[in-house]
Structure formats: structure tokens, C-alpha cells
């Protein structure tokens, strides 16, 4: 099993930034990839960026590309997300998640892909 506990929301102002946390226990084999999901109300869960835990290896979405990045320390088994130029539209809940299909070295950003979820931070950009 896999447990993720996600922190570091709030509220910022437009052009602000934060750095999500999430904290990773578990069997190792079970969270070769490492994500960030973002939900709005009303919205499907999207994919903002995934990191492949043995390589390092990241991919953005398009809509936060420049933007944020996502990063690891794997000698703490923790997670991040540095958010920067941040926008009302970045408002969300944000989700950490840990799966293990990767396809040509990259891990995904498909939700269907993940399957261990941790409970949400609120991110509220006003």
C-alpha cells in the first residue's frame, strides 16, 4: 500500500506563489511515478505534472508549463510542487498521487493511471 499526505495550500494573490508538499510512505514498487492532480468545482481532475521516481524524469501540462515544477527528495520521500505566476484559474484542489505506468521513460498524466491518492490541499488563488 501507499499513503500520500499532501500540505502547503492557501491563499495567495494573483502573481503570488506557494510549494506544495506531499509526504510518501509505502511500498517503493508501488509508486514508481509521482503526480500532481488538480480538481476545480464542477471540473474533472486533471494532470498538472509527473516526476518518475528512479530517473527524475518530469512532465508539465501545457497550462502550467514555465509556471510550476514538480520535484522530489527521495531521501525524505517527499514530493513537491513549486507554483509561481500564479492565477485565479490555478485555483483548485491539488492532489498528490502514485502509480506505476510509465510509457517511453515518462510517467503519465492520465488519472486513470494512478492509483494511490492523498486527501487534497486547497489552493485558492484571489
Known sequence: DVQLVESG?????????????????????????LAWFRQAPGKEREGVASIRRSTGRAVHADSVKGRFIISQDKSKDALYLQMDSLKPEDTS??????????????CSLRRTDYR??????????S
Not at 494511490?116 to 488563488?125: A, E, I, L, P, S
Open 93 to 106: 484542489m491539488y492532489y498528490c498521487a502514485a502509480g506505476t505506468y510509465y510509457k517511453d521513460g515518462t
Open 116 to 125: 494511490y491518492w492523498g486527501q487534497g490541499t486547497q489552493v485558492t488563488v
Open 9 to 33: 495550500g492557501g491563499l495567495v494573490q494573483p502573481g503570488g506563489s506557494l510549494r506544495l508538499s506531499c509526504a510518501v510512505s509505502g511500498d517503493t514498487y508501488r509508486r514508481g511515478c
